[in-house]
């Protein structure tokens, strides 16, 4: 089973690293679990095709903060809910599940969808604050020999290279 993250990034990671903690970032769809019969080349295919499809998107902080996670213990800063980040949730979201891919928490997802960056310790995206994302970037869970008890490794990013809109 694959178990998957996507998101926009902000500060730049490096495909293939591994980190016990993601640099921030902004949360396109949450975790999703692929069942073992959908290879993980197939379901990188479908997402760098979709992504394709989509230009840069501009992200602006509200200045709300609110907590996420399995235990809402999570704290992210709230973030403008642009047409297009919201049209790119749901498209990940449909290919995700014409994928047979299941979401860790369903509540966040389409209509409970709210656009979040996550802080990463040194950097936060407080009120006001503007990014044009230009890259989703594809995060694996997983477990390593490194120390760390759960990682998570850079596994794919996809330029956002489509026509404005």
């Known amino acids: ?10 500060a730049p990671v490096i495909v293939n ?4 903690k993601l640099p921030l970032h902004c949360t396109l769809l949450q975790w999703t679990n692929f069942p073992p019969e959908f290879p993980r080349r197939s379901i990188l295919h479908h997402i760098e095709s979709l992504c394709a499809h989509y230009a840069p998107i501009k992200l602006v902080s509200i200045g709300s903060a609110s907590n996420f996670g399995p235990a809402e213990k999570t704290f992210v800063h709230l973030v403008h809910p642009d047409g ?17 891919g299941t979401l860790e928490t369903p509540r966040w997802a ?40 759960e990682s998570k490794q850079i596994v794919a990013r996809f330029d956002l290279s489509g026509p404005s809109s």
């Open 110 to 149: 389409g209509k409970g969808y709210r656009p979040h960056v996550t802080p990463d310790g040194e950097t936060n995206f407080g009120f006001g604050k503007r990014h044009t994302a230009e890259r989703v970037y594809v995060v694996e869970r997983v477990v390593v020999d490194t120390g760390i008890r």
């Open 84 to 100: 297009k980040l919201v049209r790119l949730h749901n498209d990940l979201l449909y290919t995700g599940s014409c994928l047979s």
């Open 17 to 20: 690293a591994f980190y016990a």
């Open 1 to 10: 089973m694959s178990r998957f993250l996507f998101v926009l990034e902000i």
